[in-house]
């Protein structure tokens, strides 16, 4: 039986309420069906996005991560196996807390089943401890702090975008192989921050380079002004900015006022999304470099992809939007193929599937549940080489998988040949 879906309103996205924590929930629903589905909890499919909807991060993957998640949804059909798909969204407030009650009232009272988006690393450390309790599924894809399958890894959540080892290793490994050794490190103070503060360090030292100087500066912050005159005083041939979203614009903007890059010091962008360098603009960011996961002019399904959800948002869509629809397409053919929705068979379906669709192809799952994929050195282009709002960056290079992520013999993940 065919299912008719039914879309969130349009402009449902931008009215995250934040009165109340109970108001921040919003809820998608799907046309019933009197068709059983043997093995699915309730009948139904229950996915949590939770993700920052209106502070740093709303931009790069905010309200428009849930049109990722529909059009997954969508192009499997609207139902998996006779069931309804039901999705809940909730602004955790870049808040430990305010995500930690989410999670806890999805699973105690939704009977949720799996849990995407997961953006801020602290929230997603608190998240996905709750979702191991209570054996649910977490599919972290705004999160970049490689411990989430480190140190932090566990047998019910999977990291599938990027992560600070990798993001750090395609960046630094190469300006420090271009002979720019000298590096002054400026990071967002929390665990994201710190968790690419180290990587960066372990990249720069290894090849051969040193940390001059450092400082970290409170998340989110909108004042780089002395932060940045501590860098460029440095003397550091790189200026390497460990944070994201609002923060990386506002500091990047904040070099432009003091000339640094026009001195000839480099700036390095540690995670940057193309949201960033259409707010920064051509003329500033030209120059910089950065490693990413993903891109929407990397071939003809991923243009046409990309084009769907602008047709549909306004927007081109980012590496995490990206994410969010492989992820969350992925997860719903492994119920699909297994006729269940238990966490357990659900994930070991997913690993023992290789990934291959609009985000990545030949990626995999590996025990440690690091989703490994080929990522990608780009440079932001002139404006002068741009050809439209949308042509922003040269790829490089692309970074093959297997030397894009921590290899498994440095994790001390316990999953890891336990």
Not at 121 to 143: I, M, P, Q
Not at 173 to 178: H, L, P, S
Not at 229 to 257: H, K, M, P, R
Not at 272 to 296: C, H, M, P
Request: charged share 20%; aromatic share 8%.
């Amino acid at each position: 039986m065919q299912l008719s879906y039914l879309s969130s309103n349009r402009t449902s996205h931008h009215r995250f309420a934040t009165s109340t924590l109970a108001a921040a929930i919003l809820m998608a629903s799907y046309a019933p069906t009197t068709v059983a589905a043997e093995g699915i909890s309730d009948n139904e499919i229950r996915i949590g996005y939770l993700a920052d909807m209106s502070g740093v991060y709303r931009d790069p993957i905010g309200p428009l991560g849930e049109d990722a998640i529909n059009m997954a949804i969508e192009d499997i059909g609207g139902s998996v196996n006779g069931a309804n798909i039901v999705v809940f969204s909730a602004d955790d407030r870049n808040s430990p807390d305010v995500g930690s009650s989410v999670v806890r009232e999805w699973i105690d009272e939704r009977n949720v089943d799996m849990v995407t988006g997961l953006v801020a690393s602290s929230v997603t450390l608190a998240a996905v401890s709750l979702l191991e309790e209570a054996d649910k599924l977490g599919l972290v894809n705004g999160a970049v702090s490689s411990g989430i399958t480190n140190e932090h890894c566990s047998p019910n959540h999977i990291h599938w975008v990027y992560d600070t080892w990798a993001m750090s290793n395609g960046t630094a490994k190469a300006i420090t192989d271009e002979g720019h050794k000298n590096w002054y490190l400026l990071s967002a103070d929390y665990s994201f921050g710190h968790a690419l503060e180290a990587d960066v360090t372990r990249v720069v030292t290894e090849n051969g380079g040193t940390i001059v100087g450092s400082a970290r500066h409170p998340f989110p912050s909108s004042d780089f002004s002395s932060f940045m005159l501590q860098a460029q005083a440095s003397g550091a041939d790189v200026i390497a900015l460990n944070n994201a979203g609002g923060d990386t614009i506002n500091a990047v903007q904040a070099a432009g006022e003091f000339g640094i890059t026009q001195a000839g010091q480099i700036l390095a962008g540690m995670v940057l999304f193309s949201t960033d360098v259409r707010s920064i603009g051509l003329e500033n960011a030209q120059g910089l470099q950065f490693t990413k996961a993903w891109y929407y002019d990397l071939n003809d399904e991923t243009r046409a992809w990309a084009e769907r959800f602008k047709e549909r948002t306004g927007s081109m869509p980012t590496m995490v939007h990206a994410g969010l629809y492989s992820s969350t397409r992925h997860y719903l053919e492994a119920i699909k193929a297994t006729g269940t929705d238990d966490t357990q068979t659900v994930r070991q379906q997913m690993a023992d599937t290789p990934i291959n669709d609009i985000f990545a192809t030949g990626g995999y799952i590996r025990e440690d549940g690091r989703m490994v994929h080929d990522m990608y050195l780009v440079e932001v282009k002139t404006p002068e080489e741009s050809q439209d709002e949308d042509d922003l960056f040269h790829i490089i290079r692309t970074i093959p998988a297997e030397e894009a992520f921590r290899p498994l013999s440095e994790s001390v993940c316990p999953l890891v040949n336990s």
